[in-house]
């Protein structure tokens, strides 16, 4: 049997622009002789679910997507992930479920055991969860149909999952697993998902075609990484990366290597995932042209670099506004990056505008000494002015925080925390020196210069809101910041844990009071685009009132 995987890029509720794709493949498939297509989790509606599943309108468009497809399955079974209506009254409204359609009919519906309520998912809000276990008989192979997490269960100890779903598939002695899949990207989850797919077919002795979507929504990416693995738990076939992409494999023949994807390191797949939620966040919103303050620092620098990957540097404008305080050498290595992108800048400088802020208050501030005030009016000033360039041209404000100032409040709200789009709000500040020379080490080969200026990278990190200002006046060194944040918030760690592993109790406690106290500044922070395990946002829920 050749079976197709097709690893396609969905909009979110564009039932039309997806059923259009999703014919494209099956016309694709029809012509290289596929028995079977096999598409993603909810691809006729775009993955994840969200509240528009609660509107009646939302759905009526489903069997329009239904009647477009099934002339198609005359000439072989198209497996299609979409909500299904509960046909009783118990329960929510819908499943999450995969269709198998065939000879112009739906042959077969499995809908989704296992609902993942943790982190970045809430599907339980939506849907119901299947109860009972049917494989099916397509010709001549019986196959154990399955939808994402639902191949989880062997790597999970999740209270609200009651049954194994291949635990109870595997009873009816399948030919081939068949898994339609949604998985969102952190720098080690291909890792994993490789891990539970090959567990499965070890455990079992079944093959599996597993398929994912590729393409990012709002915060969220997807990867792709789509794989078939044979019954001796070996990857024999893998589609790529952060692209669409297309291929059939006879599953008949999974006995030696077919396709693999070579290695790629952390810092690489972060690099990837960033460019893809930069592009699609535009594309998916019909805009082209991006719009950052660029300041000389690295966050800047790199931000710059990864939205001129993303859209074209043409289409991203930088602002330099320099103040007072601002370094030369900081406005040099700011028009340095733009001239090796190739992309647009303007400078406005903010001095007098400060000025005359100052003045306007000075009724209101007299007696009262300088401190972080006057360095915060710097910083909305210039929000102010990246708005209004952004208000008059159309330009879509990119967001340069980096995740460990987002972390312990080290931003100015209504100044450089506005935005849009929070590029690096889940890339820690080392971690951002190490993507601009994974950056740079790319570029040396390809054009054989630094794109990111070195002065840039190895000057001490400055705000440069105050004379002779550095960011460790005010934070601890970042290796050590970082090290103590990763704990706490991607691990989950308690205080006493951390402190536990060699780290200062004081420092512990101070990092854990500058995380905790700012919660209010992350609410009003713009979509950050996850690249880990636990990013800020939706999938780290944590109240602005409270004592913990």
Not at 63 to 85: N, T, V, W
Not at 110 to 119: A, C, E, I, S, V
Not at 312 to 318: C, I, T
Not at 466 to 485: C, T, V
Request: net charge negative; proline share 5%.
């Amino acid at each position: 049997m050749n079976i197709a995987l097709s690893q396609q890029n969905y909009i979110l509720g564009d039932f039309e622009f997806n059923t259009r794709k999703i014919i494209r493949d099956i016309l694709r498939a029809i012509e290289e002789q596929a028995d079977l297509i096999v598409f993603s989790e909810l691809c006729l509606t775009g993955y994840p679910p969200t509240d528009f599943f609660y509107f009646d309108d939302y759905y009526s468009k489903l069997d329009k997507c239904f009647e477009d497809l099934m002339p198609y399955s005359q000439h072989l079974g198209i497996f299609i992930g979409a909500p299904r209506k509960n046909p009783t009254k118990e329960g929510k409204d819908y499943y999450n479920s995969a269709f198998l359609l065939h000879l112009g009919e739906i042959k077969h519906i499995t809908d989704k055991t296992l609902l993942p309520t943790y982190d970045i998912f809430d599907e339980y809000r939506y849907f119901e969860p299947n109860r009972v276990f049917q494989c099916l008989d397509f010709l001549g192979k019986r196959l154990a149909v399955t939808i994402c997490e639902d191949i989880w269960y062997i790597n999970t100890s999740n209270p609200l999952y009651q049954k194994s779903p291949m635990e109870e598939l595997s009873k009816q002695k399948p030919d081939l697993i068949i898994n339609l899949s949604a998985s969102p990207f952190s720098y080690s989850h291909s890792e994993e998902r490789k891990k539970v797919v090959i567990a499965n077919c070890s455990s079992y002795k079944i093959p599996m075609v597993y398929v994912s979507s590729v393409g990012a929504q709002t915060e969220l990416v997807f990867d792709g990484g789509s794989m078939v693995c044979n019954s001796q738990g070996e990857i024999v076939y893998e589609l790529n990366y952060f692209q669409e992409d297309f291929g059939v494999v006879d599953i008949n023949l999974l006995d030696k290597i077919i396709q693999i994807q070579p290695n790629s390191s952390k810092v690489e797949r972060k690099y990837h995932a960033l460019v893809l939620g930069i592009r699609d966040y535009f594309q998916k919103l019909k805009l082209s042209k991006a719009i950052l303050g660029l300041s000389g620092g690295i966050d800047s620098a790199l931000t710059l670099a990864l939205a001129s990957e993303a859209l074209g540097p043409e289409n991203v404008l930088s602002i330099l506004m320099p103040s007072q305080h601002s370094s030369q050498h900081s406005i040099d290595d700011a028009l340095q990056i733009c001239e090796n992108l190739g992309s647009p800048y303007q400078i406005i400088p903010i001095r007098e505008n400060y000025e005359a802020i100052l003045d306007s208050l000075q009724p209101i501030f007299e007696g009262k000494k300088e401190d972080v005030t006057e360095e915060n009016i710097q910083a909305r000033i210039r929000g102010l002015l990246l708005m209004a360039v952004s208000n008059k041209f159309g330009n879509l404000l990119l967001n340069t925080s980096n995740k460990s100032e987002v972390a312990v409040g080290y931003g100015t709200l209504y100044g450089d925390m506005c935005g849009a789009l929070a590029v690096l709000g889940d890339v820690y500040k080392t971690e951002v020196y190490g993507m601009c020379e994974f950056i740079n080490k790319r570029a040396q080969k390809e054009k054989g210069l630094d794109i990111i200026p070195q002065h840039t990278i190895s000057k001490p990190p400055s705000a440069e809101l105050r004379p002779g200002q550095k960011d460790q006046d005010s934070l601890p060194p970042y290796e050590i910041l970082d090290a103590i944040l990763y704990e706490y918030i991607n691990k989950e760690k308690g205080q006493k844990e951390i402190i536990a592993q060699g780290f200062d109790d004081a420092l512990v406690e101070r990092v854990f009071n500058m995380v905790n106290r700012n919660e209010f500044k992350r609410f009003q922070t713009p979509p950050i685009i996850r690249v880990s395990s636990k990013a800020f946002g939706f999938g780290r829920r944590i109240p602005i009132v409270a004592k913990f």
